[in-house]
């Protein structure tokens, strides 16, 4: 399977632990992009790599969350101190910067992993 | 605060019926993508739209761009239960998407 995988799928945790979450995207894909999903909501954008490089993390919604990208392949996002509203699902996407005979190259076709559900008790 | 405004929230229809949902903004978006997500799955792309009054078909779906890019709407005709799924118009670019709260589509036998 060549696809987006995330792990884990499902983690409960308790208020004020920390939480860590995998994405390893599309071997040839270099970027990469964390959301957050809540229930009867679209996915909101939180930052996004372009190999290891996070060119965006202004959208992280607090200094309690972090994102890496070490070698430009996989991604951790991490959640220190969780708190109840940290509740939601964690999607990850990945995209490529080649040019698309379908998609002009500012556009990009985001292709998402499963996401980890995330519930803080 | 979503910029993307999706209507109706949920829309259920009997297999065989024909729908449209609709996705605005008072923003201009250099291009539209349109996705469906099923329960427990990400998101699945569907279609990106990037010039004003574009319409493309896709089977049984239609998408349209507004002239002025600031809205879209997509009808699918003939429903099948397989069409059912949350439904979310995103806009922006490079990834950096801005997303609608999603029109549910429930299409029962």
């Known amino acids: 399977d060549t696809g987006v995988s995330q792990d884990p799928r499902h983690k409960i945790t308790k208020r004020g632990q920390n939480v860590t979450f995998r994405c390893d995207p599309i071997?040839?894909?270099?970027?990469l992009y964390w959301y957050r999903q809540t229930l009867g909501q679209g996915p909101e954008f939180l930052t996004y790599f372009q190999n290891e490089a996070q060119l965006e993390k202004s959208r992280l919604l607090s200094d309690r969350f972090s994102a890496e990208r070490p070698k430009g392949s996989f991604s951790t996002l991490e959640i220190q101190r969780t708190e109840q509203g940290d509740s939601a699902m964690y999607l990850c996407a990945s995209s490529s910067k080649r040019r698309d005979s379908q998609f002009l190259p500012n556009t990009g076709e985001l292709f998402f992993g499963e996401g980890s559900r995330l519930t803080v008790l | 605060t979503q910029l993307l405004e999706q209507s109706p929230q949920f829309l259920s229809i009997q297999e065989g019926e024909n729908l449209t949902v609709y996705c605005n903004s008072s923003?201009?978006?250099?291009?539209l993508q349109w996705y469906r997500q099923e329960p427990g799955e990400g998101p699945v792309l569907l279609v990106t739209?990037?010039?004003?009054?574009e319409v493309k078909k896709l089977k049984r779906l239609t998408f349209q761009f507004g002239d002025a890019r600031k809205d879209s709407s997509l009808h699918i005709t003939a429903a099948q239960p397989g069409d059912t799924g949350l439904y979310l118009c995103a806009g922006g670019s490079w990834g950096k998407f801005q997303f609608g709260a999603g029109t549910q589509v429930v299409v029962t036998p």
């Open positions: 071997s040839e894909h270099n970027r």
């Open positions: 739209v990037v010039t004003g009054g």
């Open positions: 923003s201009v978006f250099s291009s």
